[in-house]
């Protein structure tokens, strides 16, 4: 199982990025993923799961509004799109699905 995040970056408050999360390995398309984020000092928190046809998504309520997670099962991957970043945005975002994780991707969010 391999999980690779990318699209992370510095990003000045206000600002948009698109994360992805390409899988393989698994049987992507039947199952469940989540977007996770670390901040230094802090535990790691959901931020966002999807349903594995992407009927049904969640999110904490800090993003609630801000971010949206998609995916598209023909490329294996699944997507975090962040608008309206935050200073407190600031974390390393983690693809994971069961006991599954990538590497990260950092997110700066900084003027």
């Known amino acids: 199982v391999q999980l690779v995040e990318s699209g992370g970056g510095l990003v000045q408050p206000g600002g948009s990025l698109r994360l992805s999360c390409a899988a393989s390995?698994?049987?992507?398309?039947?199952?469940?993923m989540r977007w996770y984020r670390q901040a230094p000092g802090k535990e790691r928190e959901l931020v966002a799961s999807i349903t594995s046809a992407g009927l049904s998504t969640t999110y904490t309520d800090s993003v609630k509004g801000r971010f949206t997670i998609s995916r598209d099962n023909a490329k294996n991957t699944v997507y975090l799109q962040i608008n309206s970043l935050k200073p407190e945005d600031t974390a390393v975002y983690y693809c994971?699905?069961?006991?599954?994780w990538g590497q990260g991707t950092q997110v700066t969010v900084s003027s």
């Open positions: 994971n699905t069961a006991i599954y």
């Open positions: 390995g698994f049987a992507f398309g039947g199952s469940f």
